[in-house]
């Protein structure tokens, strides 16, 4: 089992649908570098992608704790993290990759796109492209992330999910780029 991710160019070619997504949230922002929690309605995201929705609150000393934990990835994940710390629940793969790309969009303060593949045993795989927003109750300082994202099970089937993967503590270690699509 494997899981791995890379940053992609912010032009939604592999991931149309999250353009809408990333429309919603400028608009929350209307012209500010982010929008506050206060301006944010998760209604009105794409109702196909709000299962596939997560909200982080960013903690002290860099710990990420689940606000808001979609449905579409209860099923996925065969857990549902609502209120949890992420540290507490994800594998130490999984741990990695999240806080990697997490931390990423809190220290540049904006959004971005990443593709981040799970790969089982069985060859099964599922690769997910999150957009990650941030959200600034505070000028200048990220206190929220929110997290969309849309799936691609490669040899994955429907009745099958990744919460063995989710939890694994044994799997092999992240890689940030460069992992193979074929």
């Known amino acids: 089992m494997s899981v791995g991710f890379e940053h992609l160019p912010f032009d ?12 919603t949230w400028n608009g929350w922002g209307a012209g500010d570098p982010a929008p506050a ?7 009105m995201l794409p109702p196909a992608l709000l299962p596939f929705t997560t909200v982080v609150d960013v903690e002290e000393g860099g710990r990420y704790r689940y606000r808001f934990w979609g449905t579409g990835l209860v099923g996925i994940y065969d ?24 931390d990423e ?9 990443f593709r981040t593949q799970i790969e089982k045993k069985s060859g099964a795989r599922l690769t997910k ?9 505070e000028p200048g300082r990220v206190t929220k992330v929110i997290s969309v994202s849309t799936l ?21 270690p992240p890689v940030n780029s460069g992992f193979d699509d074929a």
């Open 12 to 23: 939604f070619g592999p991931c149309p649908d999250l353009a809408a997504a990333w429309k």
């Open 37 to 43: 929690w206060t301006d944010v309605d998760l209604a």
């Open 79 to 102: 857990a549902d993290i609502t209120g949890r710390e992420m540290s507490e629940v994800a594998g130490e793969g999984f741990l990695k990759v999240t806080t990697a790309q997490l």
């Open 105 to 113: 969009v809190v220290s540049e303060a904006k959004p971005n796109l």
């Open 129 to 137: 492209y999150n957009l990650r927003m941030p959200i600034m109750d």
């Open 152 to 172: 691609d099970r490669v040899a994955l089937p429907d009745y099958e999910n990744v919460g063995d993967v989710w939890e694994a503590a044994k799997l092999t």
